[in-house]
């Protein structure tokens, strides 16, 4: 059993920046790929970004050279940087962590940016 928490949501303007965590505890022996998933209303769920054990990266197009993913192995953390921030980033932003063969869920975090 792995449980993700998610933190770091919130309202920022159009320009601004939040960096999300997310942390795993559990039955964890070795964590695989992490990343985030994002959903807005009406909208389908996307992948945002994700790193393998290690290292490797991969960004959504809509977001590269905005968001920068990383991960701290030793904390069992991922975290999302995500900068000049635009008003169809907003939506609730879902960690993943990937375990073969499950892969575990965070319960998500709301991102919210006005214009």
């Known amino acids: 059993q792995v449980q993700l928490v998610e933190s770091g949501g919130g309202l920022v303007q159009a320009g601004g920046s939040l960096r999300l965590s997310c942390v795993a505890s559990g039955s964890i022996f070795e964590i695989g790929t992490m990343g985030w998933y994002r959903q807005a209303p009406g909208k389908q769920r996307e992948l945002v970004a994700s790193?393998?054990?290690?290292?490797?990266?991969n960004y959504a197009n809509s977001v590269k050279g905005r968001f920068t993913i990383s991960r701290d192995n030793s904390k069992n953390t991922v975290y999302l940087q995500m900068n000049s921030l635009k008003p169809e980033d907003t939506a609730v932003y879902y960690c993943?962590?990937?375990?073969?063969?499950?892969?575990?869920w965070g319960r998500g975090t709301q991102v919210t940016v006005s214009s």
């Open positions: 993943i962590c990937r375990n073969v063969p499950t892969t575990y």
């Open positions: 790193i393998t054990g290690d290292g490797q990266l």
